[in-house]
């Protein structure tokens, strides 16, 4: 392989997928398994953790499984602790675990609100923090965040996913200041409007947002979670050792769009 291409190579690297029995962290994990990362993988109760681990059996990728909860720092850390003991300690860790609640704001419960940014935001700063020693002592780490469009932008129904998702962008930033003289780079992946279940409601047929979306999209498309795969292995790799506290967003140009005149 060229010197350059085999810089993306995630040969001999162990990664940690948050939240990735489906949609955007089943694909990037898949991705990571293909440029050769081992791959371990959380979710919320055993049930997904299962129908995880046979979704990656019949991509013919052997996965570590694990139930966890990313907003519950003690079994976080007992996570990481399993993992380091059963598979070896963390090279690359993905943020993806999160939750949206769509409703007004001013309808939303303060506890809804804390349920979101508790997922959101403190999940990653909780999974973050259990990784990062060890990262140091190996001197070398990858900490992607998944963020948002609701990193940047905001619309009705999502104050709470947007002040999360905008505080995981300066998080981000964060991590990348405090750890960069480790060789740890921490950067995040925005990805658009992207065809999983969390958007599924949106993508109904007929529902406005969907059209909406289309119109908003330069590339006039719903993004799908393959649209994903090479940029997250790009941070995730060697190729990307000089970027960090960059929010890289997969989004079709919508960020950089005013929308067609009408
Ligand atoms: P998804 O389909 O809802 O998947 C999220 C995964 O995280 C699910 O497996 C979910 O389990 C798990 N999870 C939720 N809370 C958890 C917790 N406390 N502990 C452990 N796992 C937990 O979402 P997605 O569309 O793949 O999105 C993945 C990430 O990308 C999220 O951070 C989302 O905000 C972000 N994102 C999505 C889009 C998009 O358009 N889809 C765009 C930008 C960013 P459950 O099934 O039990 O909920
Ligand atoms: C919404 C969508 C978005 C996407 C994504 C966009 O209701 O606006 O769910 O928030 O999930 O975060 O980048």
């Known amino acids: 392989m060229s010197k350059v291409l085999n810089k993306f190579s995630l040969e001999g690297k162990i990664a940690l997928i948050t939240g990735a029995s489906y949609g955007i962290g ?45 907003t519950d720092e003690e079994k ?5 602790a399993k993992i380091e003991k059963e598979v070896g300690a ?39 923090k259990a990784v990062i020693p060890s990262m140091i002592k190996k001197g070398h780490g990858k900490i992607i965040n998944v963020c948002s469009m609701m990193s940047e932008l905001g619309r009705e129904t999502v104050s709470a996913y947007a002040a999360a998702k905008g505080g995981l962008k300066m998080l981000t930033k964060n991590i990348a200041s405090e750890y960069g ?49 090479g940029p997250s292995v790009f941070l995730a790799s060697d190729a990307s050792d000089f970027v960090n506290g960059h929010i890289l967003y997969v989004d079709g140009g919508i960020l950089a769009y005013i929308g067609k005149q009408p």
């Not at 089943?26 to 919320?44: E, K, P, Q, S, V």
Request: glycine letters at 8%; aromatic letters at 10%.
């Open 181 to 229: 003289e480790y060789n740890i780079q921490c950067n995040g992946i925005g990805p658009g409007y992207i065809e999983t279940p969390q958007t599924a409601p949106l993508r109904v047929p007929g529902h406005p947002f969907n059209s909406f979306i289309i119109s908003k999209t330069p590339a006039a498309r719903w993004g799908t979670t393959e649209d994903l795969m």
């Open 26 to 70: 089943f694909a990037i994990a898949t991705a990571y398994a293909d440029a050769g990362a081992t791959i371990c993988f959380n979710d919320i109760n055993q049930e997904l953790v299962d129908r995880g681990l046979k979704s990656y059996e019949e991509l013919g990728i052997k996965a570590y499984g694990y139930v966890c909860d990313v």
């Open 90 to 128: 963390i090279d690359i860790l993905v943020n993806n675990a999160g939750i949206i609640k769509r409703i007004p704001m001013h309808e939303m419960s303060a506890e809804d609100f804390r349920k979101v940014v508790d997922v959101d935001l403190n999940a990653p700063f909780i999974v973050a």
């Open 76 to 80: 976080v850390n007992e996570l990481v």
